[in-house]
């Protein structure tokens, strides 16, 4: 026990034993909807999946992961990937980063923070580089804080502003991007009116250009580094709306895999390359897909990739994105002071614990898992597996990915007993689903169904426990609806594919050999969302929560 007072210790669970081995599934971009054409879930063969919701109401039942009960700004908000597994392995309800920065924006304290007068010192005689996401997803970033911003950084004296788009299509309709640069556009003319020398300098698609994550594909963020800062790129153009509208029609590329451009002036001569003395932020408040850019601005010594110059300049994040790293150093808004998570407290009371994703996701399962904080706990307890991910490829083509080697690698850690929980994220859904490929996204959800029956399997032989569940909806609405649910059609008269996530709930099923007789799910907590689970979680492994967790959802009933 420390001076405060404060220990990890859990306190025994009156009813519930330990030792037994607690699978815990994530089916990524898993929810629950009513089953039509357009439900890839209901569509797949899922006999896993299926035969798991015949347990209900006792053993099946969905929990909210979506808007406040995941820290997010409305219930208007979808779930994601951050704010899921932030709650599911924190087991409380934190106000998330998209949170955090309307508060700050509003009140304007954003302006009265270390990082921003760190960056303020430059705005006299450098430039001030915003690169980020242009969207109103809410997922990584939102176009209306960034509209805020930029007004913000005007009235703090920011005389010449450049900013970096990366277009969407993926939490967003694609093709929205152009609508997202007009709006941007008529605000930079705005500003431009006041004496501001205010442009978009450069563009790309956020999925081929910049936002890469867990070091999938470096040449990703190369890409950006030469159009953000060196100012080169395969296309030119004399503004953002001509260059989106073009590589769409001209290409045929989609919003998220736009090629990266430039902005030139009349001698083809870039606007807005960064260099010394400038001032640089990443407007993304999400963490993920920031991290490896913010590497490459931060770290004076870095060899992923040859940056070529690498200017002296005050870089700052919307948000610290990782906060054992400490990256960025400088930040606008502080990150939600995630701390005490389960899986911090299981490993101090002996839990051994296994994680296990591919590439796209393994931080999902353990960064995001673990309050946004890379690295283990206690190496000597927890073994975390990291499967590669295909790159350079969109998952349509490959709907499988690696579920079957992540299912593979689980099952021999459950059978090795050398762990007691073992914890897993499944993409398929969720990664497939975000093609818009409706055909490969029902073939990514049997493989996932397929994953879980042999971690189920393993589960089984071990006489120990399963917990399913997910993060936030996907592949069960490949659609865009109306108010009643009617698909809505574009002005073709085609069906809007929906890339995005959804606002549906997602199921949770407990079960297994181990699990005591007597255990189901509680009847009074209806509203039950993804921070509860993390208290479930903690009693399958014969441990109380914490008392400030968000309650469980089971109970111990006598027979
Ligand atoms: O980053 C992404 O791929 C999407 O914006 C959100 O998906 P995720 O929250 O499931 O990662
Ligand atoms: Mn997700
Ligand atoms: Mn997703």
């Known amino acids: 026990m420390g001076s405060s007072g404060f220990s990890f210790k859990l306190d025994d669970h009156p009813k519930l034993p330990k030792g037994k081995t607690v699978a815990v599934v994530v089916l990524d971009g898993w929810g629950e909807a009513k089953p039509d054409q357009y439900n890839c879930i209901s569509v797949a063969d899922t006999p896993t999946m299926d035969s798991l919701k015949q347990g209900a109401p006792e053993r099946w039942r969905l929990v909210k992961a979506h808007g406040t009960a995941v820290g997010l700004p409305t219930e208007d908000d979808m779930g994601n990937s951050e704010v899921g597994h932030n709650a599911l392995g924190a087991g409380r309800i934190y106000a998330q980063g998209a949170k955090l920065v309307d508060l700050a924006l509003a009140s304007g304290k954003i302006y009265e923070g270390e990082g921003f007068k760190y960056i303020n010192e430059c705005f006299e005689n450098g430039t001030l580089h915003l690169i980020g996401l242009l969207s109103d997803g809410g997922v990584h970033s939102r176009l209306d804080q960034l509209l805020l911003l930029l007004k913000g950084c005007s009235e703090h004296n920011a005389r010449r502003i450049r900013v970096h788009i990366l277009t969407d299509g993926r939490d967003v309709l694609d093709g929205s991007s152009v609508g997202f640069v007009e709006t941007l556009e008529n605000e930079l003319a705005k500003l431009r009116e006041r004496g501001v020398d205010a442009q978009i300098a450069s563009g790309g698609g956020r999925m081929y250009v910049t936002m890469d994550r867990y070091e999938n594909d470096w040449d990703v963020v190369k890409r950006g580094w030469y159009a953000q800062v060196l100012g080169e790129a395969p296309y030119k153009f004399r503004s953002a709306l001509e260059a989106v509208k073009k590589l769409r029609e001209e290409l045929k590329a989609n919003d998220q895999y736009l090629p990266p451009f430039v902005i030139v002036d009349e001698n083809e001569k870039p606007v807005g390359p960064i260099f010394d003395g400038d001032a640089v932020v990443t407007f993304n408040f999400r963490a993920d897909r920031m991290s490896m850019v913010a590497q490459a601005l931060e770290y004076e010594s870095f060899d992923k990739f040859d940056r070529v110059r690498f200017p002296k300049i005050r870089y700052a994040g919307m948000l610290q994105y990782d906060g054992e790293l400490k990256l960025p150093s400088h930040y606008l808004v502080s990150p939600p002071e995630i701390e005490r998570t389960s899986g911090e407290y299981l490993v101090h009371n002996g839990v051994r614990t296994f994680a296990c994703s591919e590439t796209v996701k393994f931080g999902h399962v353990t960064f995001f898992w673990n309050g946004n904080r890379s690295g283990y706990f206690n190496s000597e307890l927890e073994e975390y597996v990291e499967i ?172």
């Open 388 to 559: 590669p991910s295909d790159s350079g490829i969109t998952f349509n083509v490959q709907p499988k990915m690696k579920a079957l080697e992540i299912a593979e690698k689980t099952r021999d850690a459950i059978l090795s007993r050398k762990f007691d929980q073992v914890r897993v994220n499944l993409p398929n859904g969720d990664m497939v689903g975000h093609t818009g490929d409706i055909g490969a996204t029902v073939v990514a959800c049997k493989a996932a169904d397929e994953a879980v029956k042999m971690i189920l399997d393993a589960i089984e032989q071990v006489g120990g426990i399963y917990v399913v569940t997910a993060d936030h909806g996907n592949a069960e609405d490949m659609v865009k609806r109306n108010k009643t649910g009617q698909p809505l059609l574009d002005k073709n008269g085609n069906i809007q594919i929906l890339t995005s996530h959804t606002l549906q709930p997602v199921p949770i099923a407990i079960g297994g050999p181990g699990l005591a007789p007597g255990v189901q799910f509680r009847k009074d907590v209806p509203t039950g969302g993804l921070a509860n689970v993390a208290a479930t979680v903690m009693n399958l492994h014969g441990f109380e929560a914490p008392s400030d967790y968000e309650p469980t959802l089971i109970e111990v009933v006598d027979n």
